[in-house]
């Protein structure tokens, strides 16, 4: 196989979710002498976008943009010490936890892979985060975004809460904040004092990524 | 075991021996953005074709809740009670987690309610279950702790039995009033939660006893052609043991999907709900 057939298989197996296949031809294209970030950028990271892209369509359901995710995820298990020791870029480091009161985490846990596919540096800190465990996981960690997410109309009220303790630990300026879950809405995002909202995993995603591109910019 | 509800005039039973209940999902602002902003402006237009449409589809009670953001939930809640009882005389199921709203709907209403929902959570119980006691309502209990929602059945189950041991004996809540939700999360997201939840129904129909409800539209959740995977979930969750659900009336698939359960489980003496339903399709048509 040339690295070219690597990168096609790579990319058609993340498509259709066949983790057994992503992870030889991961191991088979480094065997290669093929660097992580070519497999990384060039097929898996595209075959997860396309995977959303479809999704946003209405082309693609749930369980195929789980599987994906999967895949892609046992590749990374693999590239990803790889790349720490290459020093390739990360898109951004994602720090993400469901607020308290809540232990929905089927959207986030979705919400995750989906952003790790598009590289970034996913920290989940669980469900029930109360607001001292998100300010501590931002020292810790130093995350260009914090993700909250609530599925109940009862729980959304912690976004505002977080939002609150993050700016009085004096944090605020120091992340973007991005909120969702089954009931939020862009208008809820606003009033809460987020700086982004998406309703869905693969809407998360890009606009994560334009939220990043816009801060780097100013 | 009956759990009987009711409304001012009409009275239904629930019950593993009576016809399954459909419970009308639809009056829920969730995932409905036009609903939302008509609710924040006060407008309850969409509540009244709600109600029409869910009846018309073979709807036995009708689930109600306001949780959109940014709205006055209690008000809105009370209003709406008010709204549908003066529409229809089937009884309500009043849908809140929020204490302040469940109290003003339960205020409203006339009748025997539906309370949704409390959880194993000692908060909750603490919160909830007063209420109910003093409305002399019935209540939806999830088995879900401060924790977690559990996938093993068994730990389902035992949260359920805590459930209604510390309703039945802390709060005084007869036990037939008590409808355990087994719990319908997605297909979608693993192949092995409706499983699950089938185990679960079991386990507590065979050692509890109680009525059962749950969220049926949930487990197509994410995935095509939804109408055909609510109908043939409902009619195997009913064979298990299920003897409710909130679910979509409004679409006649899934409706005589769950009669033709009925008929086959035995709660159709002779076939004459069945028939009966026949002849009124053919007569409209």
Redesign the interface.
């Known amino acids: 196989m040339t690295p070219d057939d690597v990168l096609k298989v790579l990319y058609d197996e993340t498509m259709v979710g066949n983790a057994p296949a992503v992870l030889e031809h991961t191991n088979a294209g480094l065997e290669l002498g093929m660097s992580p970030s070519t497999i990384l950028f060039d097929a898996l990271i595209p075959a997860l976008e396309e995977v959303g892209a479809r999704f946003e369509r209405g082309d693609y359901?749930?369980?195929e943009m789980?599987i994906a995710g999967k895949a892609m995820s046992g590749a990374l298990e693999v590239l990803r010490p790889l790349l720490a020791q290459t020093g390739a870029e990360t898109v951004g480091t994602f720090l993400m936890g469901t607020v308290k009161g809540d232990?929905?985490d089927?959207g986030k846990n979705?919400v995750n892979i989906m952003l790790e596919g598009a590289g970034f540096h996913v920290i989940d800190i669980g469900?029930?985060v109360p607001p001292e465990k998100f300010i501590e996981a931002i020292q810790e960690h130093k995350p260009d975004i914090v993700g909250m997410s609530a599925f109940?109309?009862?729980t959304?009220p912690m976004f505002k809460v977080n939002i609150n303790a993050i700016e009085k630990a004096g944090l605020r300026d120091d992340v973007i904040i991005m909120v969702g879950g089954?009931?939020?809405?862009q208008?809820?995002a606003d009033?809460s004092g987020a700086d982004g909202y998406a309703a869905d995993a693969a809407t998360a995603v890009r606009r994560a990524k334009e939220l990043i591109a816009v801060r780097a910019g100013a | 075991m009956h759990t009987i509800v009711s409304s001012a005039n009409q009275t239904l039973t629930i019950g593993s021996d009576q016809p399954f209940c459909i419970i009308g999902e639809r009056i829920n602002p969730t995932g409905r953005k036009a609903f939302q902003e008509q609710l924040r402006a006060g407008d309850l237009s969409a509540v009244e074709k709600d109600v029409a449409d869910q009846v018309a589809g073979g709807a036995m009670m009708l689930d109600v809740n306001m949780g959109a953001p940014l709205v006055d939930e209690a008000a809105l809640l009370a209003q709406s009670v008010r709204l549908i009882q003066s529409l229809t005389d089937i009884p309500l199921c009043i849908d809140s987690s929020v204490v302040e709203a469940l109290e003003a709907g339960l205020a409203a209403y006339e009748g025997k309610a539906l309370v949704n929902s409390v959880t194993a959570e000692d908060e909750r119980m603490e919160l909830i279950l007063p209420l109910v006691k003093k409305y002399g309502a019935a209540v939806i209990a999830l088995p879900n702790d401060d924790k977690e929602i559990p996938e093993d059945p068994q730990r389902r189950f035992e949260l359920t039995q805590y459930l209604v041991d510390k309703a039945t004996t802390k709060y005084g809540i007869p036990i037939e009033d008590i409808v355990i939700d087994p719990l319908a999360m997605p297909i979608g997201a693993d192949s092995q939660m409706v499983v699950r939840t089938m185990e679960t129904i079991e386990l507590i129909a065979e050692k509890i006893g109680v009525n059962m409800t749950l969220g049926a539209s949930n487990v197509s959740f994410g995935m095509p052609d939804r109408h055909t995977l609510n109908s043939v979930f409902l009619p195997m969750a009913m064979g298990a043991g299920l003897t409710s659900a909130i679910m979509d009336a409004r679409t006649p698939r899934i409706v005589t999907a769950v009669k033709a359960a009925d008929l086959m489980l035995g709660n159709d003496e002779w076939g004459m709900n069945w028939i009966a339903a026949h002849r009124a399709r053919e007569a409209a048509s």
């Open positions: 359901f749930v369980p789980l232990v929905h089927i979705l469900v029930q109940l109309t009862t959304m089954a009931p939020v809405t208008e809820y009033v």
